[in-house]
């Protein structure tokens, strides 16, 4: 493997088609203000580099980042990526991981809207994450103590599952098909609404107008809070171990919970039984 250490690059394309290479403590930035430094390169391992110019990571194959920081202006990162594994690094620019199959990230730092479309097999452990729309019609998402803070994430996800994470987000979950959350605090208005195949075990729900429109759903001993018109036309199996403010209307289903503030029926459709009280 040939090693390079310590070199500055900001030409176009500086490293392209490169094959086994080692890039060590190197600096991707410069007056030329190149793009695309790794195109079209595999069995690549890069630690401890700088990355402030853009689409340093595309079309690449079995590639290793560790202890790196990509800035803002290092935007769309890694896309058409395969096998690749992300260590303890800053990923800051916009759209960072795009069209990538099989990638794992670890203790990463993420600040990056629009990250993760049509990712294809994400391992994700012990990362901060902030932006909007995140992980946008991925599949295969397996995410634990993941804490992340922006609008619109996991919609249109499909077979994927969440343990241990922190999620502050609105309009999550929308459109998520096949999908299981556990052991998990989510926040954040309108949750999960249209979702099918979707399940909350032992989970913390905070916010308005949860769980709308939604197809085979399940809840496992989870509690909620400043939940008012819950479950709205939605096929449901619920055990909530907290009050909830209101549930309003859903189509089918059974839902237990110690106590609500108001049931509201006014659709002749909405049959879902409803049992209040201790179990």
Same mark, same amino acid.
Request: hydrophobic share 35%; aromatic share 14%; glycine share 10%.
């Given at each position: 493997m040939t090693i390079i250490e310590k070199k500055t690059f900001d030409e176009e394309?500086?490293?392209?088609? =490169?094959?086994?290479?080692?890039?060590? +403590? &190197?600096?991707?930035?410069?007056?030329?203000?190149?793009?695309?430094?790794? +195109?079209?390169?595999?069995?690549?391992?890069?630690?401890? &580099?700088?990355?402030?110019?853009? $689409?340093?990571?595309?079309?690449?194959?079995?590639?290793?980042?560790?202890?790196?920081?990509?800035?803002?202006? =290092?935007?769309?990162?890694?896309?058409?990526s395969n096998d690749v594994e992300i260590a303890d690094t800053k990923l800051h620019g916009i759209k960072a991981l795009r069209e990538c199959s099989r990638i794992r990230m670890q203790g990463c730092d993420v600040i990056s809207p629009e990250f993760g479309w049509s990712v294809?097999?994400?391992?994700? +452990?012990?990362?901060?994450?902030?932006?909007?729309?995140?992980?946008?019609?991925?599949?295969?998402?397996?995410?634990?103590?993941?804490?992340? +803070?922006?609008? $619109?994430?996991?919609?249109?996800?499909?077979d994927s599952v969440f343990e241990n994470c922190v999620f502050d987000t609105k309009d999550a979950f929308w459109h998520a098909r096949n999908v299981t959350v556990r052991d998990s605090v989510v926040k954040g208005e309108y949750l999960a609404w249209y979702c099918e195949n979707v399940t909350f075990e032992n989970c913390k729900i905070i916010g308005t107008q949860p769980l709308c429109y939604c197809k085979g759903l399940r809840l496992v001993n989870c509690e909620m809070e400043e939940a008012d018109l819950c479950f709205e036309k939605s096929d449901v199996e619920a055990t909530v171990t907290t009050e909830v403010i209101s549930i309003k209307n859903p189509r089918s289903g059974h839902i237990r919970v110690p106590a609500v503030g108001e049931i509201i029926r006014d659709d002749k459709e909405a049959l879902g039984e409803i049992t209040v009280g201790k179990r």
């Open positions: 394309r500086a490293l392209y088609g =490169c094959r086994g290479i080692e890039v060590k +403590k &190197c600096v991707f930035d410069g007056p030329a203000d190149g793009e695309s430094a790794f +195109k079209e390169g595999r069995d690549i391992q890069v630690s401890g &580099c700088f990355f402030n110019l853009r $689409y340093p990571f595309w079309h690449d194959d079995n590639l290793k980042i560790e202890g790196c920081e990509m800035t803002e202006l =290092c935007r769309a990162a890694l896309w058409y294809h097999k994400l391992e994700m +452990k012990n990362c901060d994450v902030q932006g909007e729309y995140f992980m946008m019609r991925s599949d295969g998402l397996d995410f634990t103590d993941v804490r992340l +803070k922006g609008k $619109y994430s996991f919609q249109y996800i499909q």
